[in-house]
Each structure stands twice: as structure tokens, then as C-alpha cells.
T-cell receptor, first 111, second 114 residues
Framework: GQNIDQPTEMTATEGAIVQINCTYQ??????LFWYQQHAGEAPTFLSY??LDGLEEKGRFSSFLSRSKGYSYLLLKELQMKDSASYLC????????????WGAGTKLIIKP | NAGVTQTPKFRVLKTGQSMTLLCAQD?????MYWYRQDPGMGLRLIHY???????AKGEVPDGYNVSRLKKQNFLLGLESAAPSQTSVYFC?????????????FGPGTRLTVL
């Protein structure tokens, strides 16, 4: 079946580095998305990976391993404003690009 | 450029009442989506539209209807609300429906059904 798994909650310290993992099972592979969602707000796009490896965007990086069905989001130099939920999502199949979403990882940043 | 907007932001209904949620986008996107978000679960697709005048069912369509009479608007209707429909509803849009197309979300509607 199709499924996306993420840890429910993580805690990290301001200024530190945190890695949020995501494992996925989909029919075929058409990339993987990461979105950020602050409490009470809409999800906003962070990254899209379709090739293996690490893509860096400022303090945020996203990694993909297609052979392992695994991705992670790496957040560096954590700031209090990074406290949010991070959602992993992937297209269902090669013929259906509707997204299947993970339940999200709530990241709590402590001073 | 407002992006994706939703009205209303909050609503409380009694069981059996009906309501319509409105989504509007000003980005000239072809695809539009309605999701619901419940605690401990991922976003679930209710219905979506691939263009003006067309709609399709998503993962959890029962109890909902939609219409896309104009390209910029996507309406979600609840004909007879049930407590199980208490949720946060998000509308989203994307330029097209390709696998790499980013979805842009509205601010959400928080619906409580008593």
C-alpha cells in the first residue's frame, strides 16, 4: 500500500541542528515534497526532491534516497521561528499525481 | 496578489445544517483541491478540479460536494453536516497537475459540527 511515516514530535535547542526523517511507500516514484506548517496556519512549500542526494537552501536542506524510500529535512542554526510542523508528501503513483501526506512532525525549539 | 483565500475562517454548525466554503485564487492556476486536516493524520484530499467545469473525487469525498463554475473559484458544500466533519479545511491550487507542481494553500476554515 501507499504510506508516509514521520516521527510525531521532536524537540531541539535554539542554534542547534535537527534532522526530520520521512519514509515513504508509493506506487512508482515521482518526487517528494516538504512543507512547513506553523500552528493555525496554512502549509507552505519548502522543497521538492526527485533525484538522490542533498539539496541545500540556506539553513534548510533536504535529502532523498530513492532506493531506501527515505528522505530527511535538515534544519541548521535553529531559530525559535522554526517551531512548526513539517509535512512530508509524495505523489501517489506514476499515473496519479495526487499527493499522499504524512501526519507531520511537530518540531519544538527550546531556548 | 492575494494568492489563495478562503471564507469563512471559522464556522460552527449544528448536525444536519448545510454550508458552503468558498475558495478563490488569483494565480490563474488550473488545478484546485480541497483537503481536510485532522489531529494525528495527514492532509486528506476530499475533491479536486483539473479545470473550470470539472471536478473529481479524492480520498474522502463522502458527505461533500464541489463545484468549479469559474476558474478562480472552487466551492465545497456540506449538505447535511455531521460531527465527523469537524475539521480544518484547506483549499489549495497548483499551476498544473504534474508531479512537481507546488500546491499553494489558503489559510484554512475551522469547522465545528455540534
Amino acid at each position: 500500500g501507499q504510506n508516509i511515516d514521520q516521527p510525531t514530535e521532536m524537540t531541539a535547542t535554539e542554534g542547534a541542528i535537527v534532522q526530520i526523517n520521512c519514509t515513504y511507500q508509493t506506487s512508482g516514484f515521482n518526487g517528494l515534497f516538504w512543507y512547513q506548517q506553523h500552528a493555525g496556519e496554512a502549509p507552505t512549500f519548502l522543497s521538492y526532491n526527485v533525484l538522490d542526494g542533498l539539496e541545500e537552501k540556506g539553513r534548510f536542506s533536504s535529502f532523498l534516497s530513492r532506493s531506501k524510500g527515505y528522505s530527511y529535512l535538515l534544519l541548521k542554526e535553529l531559530q525559535m521561528k522554526d517551531s512548526a510542523s513539517y509535512l512530508c508528501a509524495a505523489p501517489l503513483s506514476d499515473s496519479n499525481y495526487q499527493l499522499i501526506w504524512g501526519a507531520g512532525t511537530k518540531l519544538i525549539i527550546k531556548p | 496578489n492575494a494568492g489563495v483565500t478562503q471564507t469563512p475562517k471559522f464556522r460552527v454548525l449544528k448536525t444536519g445544517q448545510s454550508m458552503t466554503l468558498l475558495c478563490a485564487q488569483d494565480m490563474n492556476h488550473e488545478y484546485m483541491y480541497w483537503y481536510r486536516q485532522d489531529p494525528g493524520m495527514g492532509l486528506r484530499l476530499i475533491h479536486y478540479s483539473v479545470g473550470e467545469g470539472t471536478t473529481a473525487k479524492g480520498e474522502v469525498p463522502d458527505g461533500y460536494n464541489v463545484s468549479r463554475l469559474k476558474k478562480q473559484n472552487f466551492l465545497l458544500g456540506l449538505e447535511s453536516a455531521a460531527p465527523s466533519q469537524t475539521s480544518v479545511y484547506f483549499c489549495a491550487s497548483s499551476l498544473a497537475g504534474g508531479p512537481a507542481d507546488t500546491q499553494y494553500f489558503g489559510p484554512g476554515t475551522r469547522l465545528t459540527v455540534l
